[in-house]
């Protein structure tokens, strides 16, 4: 898979293939190699794991289309103040904004369209390259006294 | 991970083991779909046992509970743990369900 331009200073770095069975395992292998996960617990258990699995969800089943031959590139830096996630495809992309808001009367039946919204609300920063196949997450670590972390 | 359907008069009650995650949802869909298609009406969905539900697995709570209405039913929800309830809150879905903090409370009354 070719590398970013943007190089970060990866701790981890895992290519997965487009089976959606493979996120839990790798969500878990991530938030288990946290250092410090236990200080943390909530926001990695909740947070962390609901950015990094609809990230992975979304690249799998919307980037590459379940495409067995089409793998996803996760890569993990954990920071003093942040972890910092990054998912990247082999799609084409797709634009971010013309995502509909699914808490809206008219959308809350919808069976879809959840995992870009929830990551927005439980991580600190989503950012889409411009071509829409990466997505980078950060979670910022003590931040601000949220002792639960949720809103992030 | 995996999903114990169970009979309790004329609710029937669906646990759910472990994750209700993109890898597993179709096969709770399919479980309930079958019910329903048998002339189930009543459902409670029990997530006592239950670590996380991604969005995928809302979508298909959402999307049986729209089959299920359509159909004169209702479904009903249990034992969300507090992050599964903060994932309901957060979408809004906690204004769409009758959720219960335990299974007995759900069927009260069903």
């Known amino acids: 898979m070719a590398t970013d331009p943007h190089q970060m200073s990866d701790d981890l770095v895992l290519e997965l293939p487009s089976d959606v069975r493979s996120i839990e395992h790798a969500v878990q292998y991530v938030i288990g190699r946290c250092p410090r996960c236990s200080e943390e617990a909530r926001r990695l258990n909740l947070n962390l794991r609901v950015g990094l699995t609809e990230a992975l969800s979304n690249a799998m089943l919307y980037g590459n289309h379940r495409d067995p031959s089409k793998r996803v590139l996760l890569e993990i830096a954990f920071l003093q103040e942040c972890i910092e996630a990054r998912v990247t495809d082999q799609g084409n992309g797709f634009d971010p904004a013309s995502v509909p808001d699914p808490t809206t009367p008219e959308n809350l039946m919808r069976p879809c369209g959840r995992g870009l919204f929830l990551m927005r609300k439980l991580m600190d920063e989503v950012k889409y390259n411009d071509l829409g196949n990466q997505v980078t997450l950060v979670l910022k670590l003590e931040a601000g006294g949220l002792e639960g972390g949720v809103q992030a | ?110």
Not at chain 2, 4 to 15: D, P
Not at chain 2, 21 to 37: F, P, S
Request: net charge negative; charged share 30%.
């Open chain 2, 1 to 110: 991970m995996g999903f114990r359907v169970l009979q309790n008069g004329e609710v029937t009650l669906v646990e759910v083991e472990g994750q209700l995650i993109v890898g597993n949802r179709q096969e709770l869909k399919q479980q309930v779909l079958d019910r329903l298609e048998k002339g189930d009406r009543k459902f409670v969905i029990d997530f006592a046992n239950t670590g996380y539900i991604d969005s995928s697995g809302l979508g298909v709570l959402v999307s049986l509970s729209k089959k299920i209405r359509e159909q004169g039913g209702e479904l009903r929800l249990a034992s969300l743990n507090e992050d599964l309830r903060t994932l309901f809150e957060l979408t809004k879905l906690d204004t769409l369900f009758r959720i219960a903090d335990t299974k007995d409370k759900a069927l009260e009354g069903f």
